[in-house]
Nanobody, 117 residues
């Protein structure tokens, strides 16, 4: 079982920045892919960004150039730096850990991000 604890959500004005953190209870190097997803009211959950064990990153088109995902293997923590934020970024953001050999995905509790116009 992998537990994920998110922090860093809140209220920010359009154009501002926030950083989300997600700390894992497991050695982060045992996790194949760490990702951030978001779900806005009335919409499906969508992938925002992901980072593989080797450091390869992937971003949704809507956040490319504005968001950066990174990881600290010593702190077992993955970060999502969000810059130039827009009202459309308003959502609950969820941390995800994917372990392919177990075919299992783990989720954090979610953190609210609200961008005011």
């Amino acid at each position: 079982q992998v537990q994920l604890v998110e922090s860093g959500g809140g209220l920010v004005q359009a154009g501002g920045s926030l950083q989300l953190s997600c700390q894992t209870s497991a050695n982060i190097l045992s996790i194949d892919v760490m990702g951030w997803y978001r779900q806005a009211p009335g919409k499906q959950r969508e992938l925002v960004a992901s980072i593989g064990r080797g450091g390869r990153t992937n971003y949704a088109d809507s956040v490319k150039g504005r968001f950066t995902i990174s990881r600290d293997n010593v702190k077992n923590t993955v970060y999502l730096q969000m810059n130039s934020m827009k009202p459309d970024d308003t959502a609950v953001y969820y941390c995800n850990a994917l372990i392919l050999t177990r075919a299992q995905a783990y989720w954090g509790q979610g953190t609210q991000v609200t961008v005011s116009s």
